[in-house]
């Protein structure tokens, strides 16, 4: 058989009875490939690619076309995947209770201003309310005073009188 092979994409001409041999233990994995936790579609996804790249590039990662060999290869690409995934989602994770925190923080502080801008606010209402009561008190002084002069002024001039 002098079959020049199948272009695997990478311009690496593959024998095509070892793409279809590769393409073939692809499929049996892929069909056999779902595994009972919480992460299956993900981890899925992952093998799938692992599968596909070494089905197109049997070779990619230095391993022989062998299938139990290839399915090795598949599930260690499929593991590395999947934790740079989990190291990914643990990354945001921190972010977003990071961010978290920064925002609960910036809340508190912006809560604190209020407060002190409401605290400030009630100081200076109670200044001028001392304020206006000082000066209604100083204004009844007066007036009190006024009355006792007018008083007096008017107890003189009677006085006055009854002398003349």
Known sequence: MNDPGID??????VPL??????W????????TAHVHDTHTILRDSY???ARADLATNPNSLGVPSDPYQLEVAAQQRAQAMREREASREREQEIERERTQQLEREQRAREEEARREQLREEQRREEALREQQQREREQQQREEQQRREEEHARQRKEEELKAQQ
């Open 17 to 22: 009875e070892q793409f279809e041999h590769a």
């Open 47 to 49: 093998d799938d690619r």
């Open 24 to 31: 073939a233990t692809s499929q049996h994995l892929i069909a």
């Open 8 to 13: 695997n994409g990478q311009g690496v001409m």
